[in-house]
């Protein structure tokens, strides 16, 4: 099976703009959950989908938004940047829920905001 | 928030040698997961501890769980030099509506020297 794919990989974007991510799941996998990676702060949950409803929510600004498509495909957006959101977005699928069941994590997209 | 907290934050032994990681949370907990990253990468799950099991192995791994103390630990055995990394213990619980998504600690990084 090919594994979580995340696009683009890397990504220079300015103060205010806003930035679209892109999520494929494992085939299969119902789940898609995101998450920021930054050396401060950490790993922190961003919001959980499951069958195109967010199920999970994460403490981040509504700046952060996300939506699941049929195919489980996974998007999340970030409006108006500030620097602070450079980091690592990480995407994971899992077969029926993130806190029930392992997850598969894509590379990830690394954002620097200017 | 950060739940788990992982220690000691840094480790680093000769290859060969067994490493230990600790990781304590601070709220009841459906499981536990253990998550490996490489360099920025994106996680590797390596293996998943339900509140109701006390020990699990997976190869040269090794996963206790103590709910009376809200504490794990994961026993690398037999180090090798691809072991270094990032380990991340990671918690998932239980709301109202269902599992919550998976609140990750700040992670144990691991060196291993030849």
């Known amino acids: 099976k090919a594994g979580v794919t995340q696009t683009p990989r890397y990504l220079i974007k300015t103060r205010g703009q806003q930035v679209t991510l892109s999520c494929s799941p494992i085939?299969?996998?119902?789940?898609v959950s995101w998450y920021q990676q930054t050396p401060g702060q950490g790993l922190q949950f961003l919001f959980e989908?499951?069958?195109?409803?967010?199920?999970n929510k994460g403490n981040f600004p509504g700046r952060f938004s996300g939506r699941q498509f049929s195919n489980s495909r996974s998007e999340m957006n970030v409006s108006t940047l500030e620097l602070g959101d450079s980091a690592l977005y990480l995407c994971?699928?899992?077969?029926?829920?993130?806190?029930?069941?392992?997850?598969?994590f894509g590379p990830g997209t690394r954002l620097t905001v200017t | 928030s950060q739940q788990g907290e992982e220690d000691p934050q840094a480790l680093s032994i000769q290859e060969g040698e067994n490493a230990t990681m600790n990781c304590s949370y601070k709220t009841s907990i459906n499981n536990l997961q253990w998550y490996r990253q490489n360099s920025g990468r994106g996680l590797v799950h390596l293996i998943l501890?339900?509140?109701?099991?006390r020990e699990k192995h997976s190869g040269r791994l090794r996963v206790t769980l103590d709910t009376s103390k809200k504490s794990s630990s994961l026993l690398i055995t037999a180090s090798r030099a691809a072991d270094t990394a990032s380990y991340f213990c990671?918690?998932?619980?239980?709301?109202?509506?269902?599992?919550?998504?998976?609140?990750f600690g700040k992670g144990t990084h691991l060196i291993i020297q030849p």
């Open positions: 085939s299969g996998h119902r789940s």
């Open positions: 989908y499951f069958s195109e409803t967010q199920r």
């Open positions: 994971a699928s899992s077969l029926r829920g993130a806190g029930t069941y392992e997850q598969y």
């Open positions: 501890i339900r509140s109701n099991e």
């Open positions: 990671a918690t998932a619980s239980y709301s109202g509506g269902g599992a919550d998504g998976l609140t």
